[in-house]
């Protein structure tokens, strides 16, 4: 069975250009998570879709941004406009339904670089 | 204060001696603790998963809950060479996982 599929696995823009990410989870997983680790700092939480639902995106960094999951299956996050602290690595990771968080399976990332 | 604190090394060890990490957290609500293992370049792999006060043993790694401490850790016995790697602890709330900034760990042949 495929994992967590992300694309591109890279992805170098220049600033102001608009970059669209996508993540394709586990088949049968309906919770889909975004995470962001900018180079030297931790991995954080962007969003969470539960199917096709925002379940939270406290995590979004600023309107720029903008996570999609028509259907509850692939999801795609959008930057629009790149800016260059927006450079980092974008995981996506997908879980099965339950009360618990269970542990997330990930995606390889994409590497944003915005230059 | 960080929501998720680990020390970020790099921590050093000799290879078949014990690594140990350590992760203490914020939030007492929390619920379930992970441990991933990052290679450079690659996506976090979970090694261990702990829910309940205690160890949980698998294998070469025992997950250590100490939750009115608010502290997990991992050991890692025997370790090897390939064992080098970045280990993120997680902790999860409901849905929303937190990392910590992970712990390199060097393991020296």
């Known amino acids: 069975e495929a994992g967590v599929t992300q694309f591109p696995s890279h992805s170098v823009i220049e600033k102001g250009q608009t970059v669209t990410l996508r993540c394709d989870p586990i088949s049968g997983h309906d919770n889909l998570y975004w995470y962001r680790r900018v180079m030297g700092k931790e991995i954080k939480f962007l969003l969470h879709?539960?199917?096709?639902?925002?379940?939270?995106e406290s995590g979004m960094p600023n309107n720029r941004f903008l996570a999609e999951r028509t259907g509850g299956t692939y999801s795609t996050l959008k930057v629009q406009p790149a800016e260059l602290e927006d450079s980092g690595v974008y995981f996506c990771?997908?879980?099965?339904?339950?009360?618990?968080?269970?542990?997330?399976?990930f995606g390889q990332g994409t590497r944003l670089t915005v230059v | 204060q960080k929501e998720v604190e680990q020390n970020s090394g790099p921590l050093s060890v000799p290879e078949g001696a014990i690594a140990s990490l350590n992760c203490t957290y914020s939030?007492?609500?929390?619920?379930?603790f992970f441990w991933y293992r990052q290679y450079s370049g690659k996506s976090p792999e979970l090694i261990m998963f702990i829910y309940s006060n205690g160890d949980k043993e698998d294998g070469r790694f025992t997950a250590q809950l100490n939750k009115a401490s608010q502290y997990v850790s991992l050991l890692i016995r025997d370790s090897q060479p390939s064992d080098s790697a970045t280990y993120l602890c997680?902790?999860?709330?409901?849905?929303?996982?937190?990392f910590g900034a992970g712990t390199r760990l060097f393991v020296k042949a």
């Open positions: 990771a997908s879980s099965l339904q339950g009360a618990l968080s269970t542990e997330a399976f």
């Open positions: 997680a902790v999860s709330g409901g849905f929303k996982t937190i």
């Open positions: 879709f539960v199917k096709e639902s925002k379940q939270d």
């Open positions: 939030d007492r609500g929390s619920q379930s």
